[in-house]
């Protein structure tokens, strides 16, 4: 069986689930990234930094551009995400399985403002492919109601989520290891509106009314991490919310 993932570019969330494909089928295994890796997910995570044999980068040649659609063509089975739809149009119309993959559509919700648009983009992307084999993998309890709004992908929607490395861990040694009346907390992510980093202080907050002793890290940075900062500040707290920005790991995922 050949198995084609086609995506803007690999993210560390995907390597996993990559590492895990390869080891299935080896070469049947193929990523095409449409698009270099941003600087800002580069400086992020070292590791797309590295060359990965199943990678096809398609945007760096004709060559590969036309390799990347022989591939979306000829594949078994395909899993799409933000991707342009060109890549499976026709083998849609030969009737091939193909998957496509998203978080919520409409994070914001509709309005009279946005609905038009949301209406015809629906239509594009979505709509106009549902008389053919294709599926949708919801990375987001909210994803199969966004789409059922168009009445798009009744009864062929599924669980879909990102694919950490699994470490298992000692129960005993972890609860060893909680000793002591502090409450700890670690958050970690990228410091954006949606993300709602906020809610950490409202945490913090409530924790202080109570009196519970409390250490709390937040690891990430993003467009809020100034004003997340400043409203913690603000908020004049008795114990401190430590800021540690991005940390960088050595691990590296081995195919």
Known sequence: ?????????????????CEAMVALIGKNYNFIATTPTNSERLSMYPELNEIYPFVIMSYKSNEMMQKAKELANKSDVVIIGSAPDSFIEERLKKGKLTFKYSERLYKKGLSLKNFPRAFISSYIHHGRFQRYPIYMLCASA????????FGNYKGRTFKWGYFPEYKEYDIDDLLRKKNGQT????????????????????????????????????????EEFD?????????????????????????????
Do not use: C
């Not at 909210?142 to 709004?149: R, S």
């Not at 924790?207 to 002793?213: G, H, K």
């Open 183 to 222: 409450v700890k907390i670690l958050w970690v992510g990228r410091f954006l509106r949606w993300k709602h980093p906020e809610l950490v202080l409202d945490v913090a907050k409530r924790l202080e009314n109570e009196n519970y002793q409390y250490n709390i890290q937040m690891i990430g940075d993003g």
């Open 227 to 255: 004003r997340i900062k400043n409203m913690a500040f603000g908020l004049n707290l008795k114990q401190t919310i430590d800021f540690l920005g991005i940390l960088r790991t050595n691990m590296k995922l081995k195919i």
């Open 142 to 149: 909210f994803t199969t109601y966004d789409l059922f709004i």
């Open 1 to 17: 069986m050949t198995v084609t993932f086609i995506s803007n570019y690999l993210s560390p969330h995907q390597l996993p689930f």
